[in-house]
Nanobody, 122 residues
Framework: QLQASGGGLVQAGDSLRLSCAAS????????TAWFRQAPGKEREFVAA????????NYADSVKGRFTISRDDAKNTVYLQMNSLKPEDTAVYYC?????????????????WGQGTLVTVSS
């Protein structure tokens, strides 16, 4: 199971750190990603980190502002979000798949968290 947390209401330019906590002893073998869905829009890829921890991938819209990382000792993946913009407003979901490559397609991932709302005011 995945549990996303850390969302909230912030102003443009602020930072937030989202957490995705997982249960189970094999989390280190799961590639984990963050997706987001804004009202009235499709779910979109944000960032992913390989189960080995060495490879990451980011959507162009967040490159240079967001950083994904993992702490396997804590069974947690983080999304550090800096320089937030109003267009970053969305529900953020974490997703995982065991031994997967770093892929941007939502259908690839078979484990999903419940989502955490991020609202960025202008």
């Amino acid at each position: 199971q995945l549990q996303a947390s850390g969302g909230g209401l912030v102003q443009a330019g602020d930072s937030l750190r989202l957490s995705c906590a997982a249960s189970g002893r094999t989390f280190s073998t799961y590639t984990t990603a963050w997706f987001r869905q804004a009202p009235g829009k499709e779910r979109e890829f944000v960032a992913a980190i390989a189960w080995s921890g060495g490879t990451t991938n980011y959507a162009d819209s967040v490159k240079g502002r967001f950083t994904i990382s993992r702490d396997d000792a804590k069974n947690t993946v983080y999304l550090q979000m800096n320089s937030l913009k109003p267009e970053d407003t969305a529900v953020y979901y974490c997703a995982a798949r065991r031994f997967a490559m770093v892929i941007t397609t939502a259908a690839t991932y078979d484990n999903w968290g419940q989502g955490t709302l991020v609202t960025v005011s202008s």
